[in-house]
């Protein structure tokens, strides 16, 4: 990926996430040199990205961290076209974070998802601070095609601390 590309992503990510949601320029950069994740991006006939999806693709799941669309365009379905390709093509669960439905975009976010298949599940989740200073952020896991069991969930969340988040687990190698 070039560095105007990527450019155009950090600009979408920053102008859709609070900061506690995503990763410092030079961290979510060096994401690209890890060999689970990948991006995919949505473009307009300018070549300019549109929208772009974040994924970490492992052999026990797919997670996806990021979905954003450039928010002068949002509304128009290329998230949801974004979403509904990558789904389509993945033969894994696929695992995404949401905030708890306590406010009207919380619970819109929600319903945009399940429309497209998702279930929330209600075990307890925390996403581990993204950068220095920041505390945990209390988020509920999402699953595709169907809910997660309670020892899957484990399974997803262990995944997702020790690959994603860097987090040594009990009795795991790194």
Known sequence: MNATAFDEIYAIMEASFPDNEFRTYSGQKGLLSLPHYRLYTERGADNRILAFLAAWEFPELRFIEHLAVNPDIRGGGIGKKLMQDYLAHSDKTVVLEVEPPVNELA???????????????????????????QADLPLQLMTYPRPATQQEFRQFRDILYSEVYNIPLPGRRR
Do not use: C, K, M, S
């Open 107 to 133: 619970a819109r976010r929600i319903g945009f998802y399940e429309r497209l298949g998702f279930h929330l599940n209600l075990y307890d989740y925390v996403q581990p601070p993204l950068r220095e200073g």
